[in-house]
């Protein structure tokens, strides 16, 4: 039977792992820390992506998804990344300003969605639409 415990520095800081029965290498801290470099970047885009996805949700009452597409539309539209999009939203409900090439592709993702969301809700349940024959 192996056992496996973390030893941290601190609370954030996962600093490596000891498996009793097997010899840790250096090579094996050196991965487990780059994963765990990895995994808190991951973390903390995720949290500001969240964060915005919430903001645009009050905004525009959509839902979760559709919050969500409008900042991967605009992600796209900008050739960004979307926790980069993520950050520049909240940090313009900040008070600091959109750069202009983000504020054009959200006027555009938003244009966008509310038309779709207008044509939804324009469409007769009972067909397609048109002049209904008498």
Do not use: Y
């Not at 941290?8 to 009793?20: G, I, P, S, V």
């Not at 559709?66 to 796209?76: K, P, T, W």
């Not at 202009?100 to 349940?125: E, K, V, W």
Request: hydrophobic share 40%; net charge positive.
């Amino acid at each position: 039977m192996q056992r496996t415990t973390l030893l941290q520095e601190d609370w954030w800081k996962l600093r490596a792992e000891a498996t009793w029965g097997n010899p840790v290498t250096g090579e094996d801290v050196e991965v487990l820390r780059s994963q765990n470099d990895q995994l808190r970047r991951a973390l903390a885009g995720r949290a500001v992506i969240d964060q915005a996805r919430g903001m645009v949700m009050v905004l525009t009452p959509c839902t979760r998804g559709a919050a969500r597409g409008l900042l991967v539309n605009v992600s796209r539209q900008c050739d960004t990344k979307l926790a980069v999009v993520a950050a520049a939203v909240v940090a313009a409900w900040e008070g600091q300003p959109l750069p202009d090439r983000m504020q054009r592709a959200l006027r555009r993702a938003l244009r966008t969605f509310h038309a779709q969301s207008r044509q939804c809700n324009t469409r007769r349940p009972d067909g397609p639409r048109g002049r209904e024959k008498s």
